[in-house]
């Protein structure tokens, strides 16, 4: 959600920036309907008043015995004037609200140009690809391959794009979870969360995916989604709330399964456990005063690239060109790792900076502390990422700790949690 003011006083900055979100000559129909609105309300506003002193002068005029016909003509005519008015007023707004609610974030200008992914800017690389004595083979054909991952009997029960895990699989999936849990509570201070995992219209339209990613999401039979990513929750846990800047920043992390209809992705990754419609997911979410977003961020990256490091998985930290940002991210980076199997980086963690995009539509505010003693009261900033998306973790380890003959070397930092075990086999 954007600032009117600021667009009222800067409409071609506005408009450059929507431009690079292959938008044009947004803020003309958006002022002209906030124009319009304004305008009724105005004249809302002084046939209120008008009535009201028709209502006075009703009275002093019959205390008085004076003929007072002609004021309750006028007073008859706005009791006709002002519904019609009023739901002008109601269409008006709701016109406004839907186009406001539909416009992306600005980005950042540190964010590189281009159409789509392909544009990207390489921040960092970490770790060397290994190489393999012999064909490295794909998450899905390993798991397949030790009785631990069914496609088939996911199929038949759910559909496409599922998947079950089984044995020491399932074990390895928690011990990834609790990993990434411990790291990030106990060394970069996030406090973990258990949150719904079923929420209200109001809830994703704080975040930005209602109403415009309707079709990326489930719906129940009454009317709450599934969330697409614990952000969701984790960022609205601040809705409607006035927080104190001294008690900034506030960071969650949650452990979570997501839903998504990868509506969008048809074609894509139909094979193996990239792209589901059940997975599971560790997030991190900033809740920051609006002058430190830009540090956070950087804070959220490193507890992202801190999984991977541990794990030892060589990665890479590309930023996000325009044509690939979000739609309600000032700047995202994303954390892609090798994939062996695949001979590829691929994404595995996303964290964006969103500024007050979403605070403005949860109304989530902080009190800011002035230079006269007195206080201000400003939008908070909100970030979110994976930290990381722990179905990708497990194709990560699977691909790149795979050996000969199709076993799986446990890393080191997950034997504690594993029992200290160190291999897995083929199910007996």
């Known amino acids: 959600m954007h600032d009117i003011k600021w667009i009222r006083d800067h409409p071609e900055d506005f408009d450059k920036a929507m431009a690079r979100r292959g938008l044009s000559n947004v803020s003309a129909s958006l002022l002209v309907l906030d124009q319009e609105k304004r305008s009724c309300v105005s004249r809302l506003q002084d046939l209120q008043s008008e009535r009201n002193s028709l209502a006075k002068a009703i009275g002093q005029g019959k205390t008085k015995g004076e003929d007072v016909t002609d004021l309750l003509t006028r007073t008859a005519e706005l009791k006709t004037e002002m519904p019609v008015l009023e739901a002008k007023e ?22 590189p140009e281009g159409a789509d992914e392909s544009f990207f800017r390489l921040e960092r690389s970490w770790g060397e690809p290994k190489t393999y004595p012999f064909t490295p083979k794909s998450h899905f054909e390993l798991g397949e391959n030790l009785g ?44 973990p969360i258990s949150p719904p995992f079923l929420v209200k ?10 109403p415009k990613f309707s079709d990326d999401l489930f719906k129940t039979t009454d009317g709450r989604w599934l969330i697409p990513t614990a952000e969701v929750s984790l960022t609205n846990l601040v809705r409607e709330q006035i927080l104190e800047s001294r008690d900034l920043p506030l960071r969650y992390v ?44 950087e804070h959220m990256v490193g507890a992202a690239e801190e999984v991977l490091k541990r ?24 954390l892609e790792v090798w994939l062996p199997g695949e001979e590829a980086y691929r994404e595995i963690s996303s964290c964006s900076n969103t500024g007050a995009y ?26 979110n990422g994976s930290g990381v998306a722990v179905g990708r973790a497990l194709v990560a380890v699977l691909e790149n700790y795979q050996q000969e003959d199709g076993s799986i070397v446990i890393p080191d930092v997950l034997r504690p949690y594993m029992g200290q075990q160190e291999v897995i086999l083929h199910a007996q």
């Open 90 to 111: 109601r269409e008006l707004t709701t016109r406004f609200d839907t186009l406001m609610a539909e416009l992306p974030n600005i980005m950042d200008s540190d964010v």
């Open 148 to 191: 631990l991952m069914d496609f088939e009997g996911a199929t038949r029960m759910s559909g496409s794009r599922f998947v079950v895990l089984k044995g020491d699989l399932v074990r390895l999936e928690r011990a990834l979870a609790s990993f990434m849990m411990d790291l990030h509570v106990y060394s970069f201070g996030y406090m």
């Open 201 to 210: 219209d109001e809830a994703l339209f704080g975040t930005g995916q209602l």
């Open 254 to 297: 949650a452990y979570t399964p997501c839903f998504r209809s990868e509506a969008g992705a048809a074609g894509r990754d139909t094979r193996g456990m990239i792209r589901q419609h059940q997975f599971h997911k560790v997030e991190l979410v900033s809740i920051t005063h609006p002058e430190k977003s830009a540090v956070e961020h």
């Open 311 to 334: 794990l030892e998985l060589p990665y890479r930290v590309i930023l996000l060109p325009t044509g690939d940002t979000g739609a309600t991210a000032q700047k995202t980076y994303d």
């Open 358 to 383: 979403q605070a403005r539509r949860m109304k989530a505010r902080c009190r800011v502390p002035g230079q006269s003693k007195k206080s201000s009261i400003d939008f908070v900033h909100t970030l």
